[in-house]
């Protein structure tokens, strides 16, 4: 199922469609949209930001400098402390 960008009119609150896109930066797009509501007829532009990583890319890019969400810090953090509990349970000194 494909899923559609869209915003609502600050206007007249009836739904806004992306008519077009252009990226700015690898994290920033500026979005073009126009209401549905043929009587109100706004046209508008949003920002489109990347802000932070819920799962890491298996082929990140070592430009991209992209805080992690919280729940991947915690997730990553309690695998770090399991990690470290087992190689304390395995040394043999």
């Not at 009836?14 to 209401?35: A, I, Q, W, Y």
């Not at 532009?45 to 992209?66: G, K, N």
């Not at 805080?67 to 402390?81: C, E, K, Y």
């Amino acid at each position: 199922m494909s899923r559609i960008l869209t915003m609502l009119c600050g206007h007249c609150r009836c739904v806004g469609n992306v008519r077009s896109s252009k990226e700015m930066t690898p994290l920033f797009r500026e979005v073009t949209l126009r209401c549905t509501n043929d009587m109100c007829g706004h046209v508008w532009v949003a920002d489109l930001i990347a802000v932070r990583t819920v799962s890491p890319s298996a082929c990140p890019d070592p430009e991209i400098a992209l805080p992690f969400a919280r729940s991947v810090m915690i997730r990553n953090l309690g695998l770090q402390l399991e990690l470290a509990f087992r190689d304390a349970a395995n040394d043999p000194g």
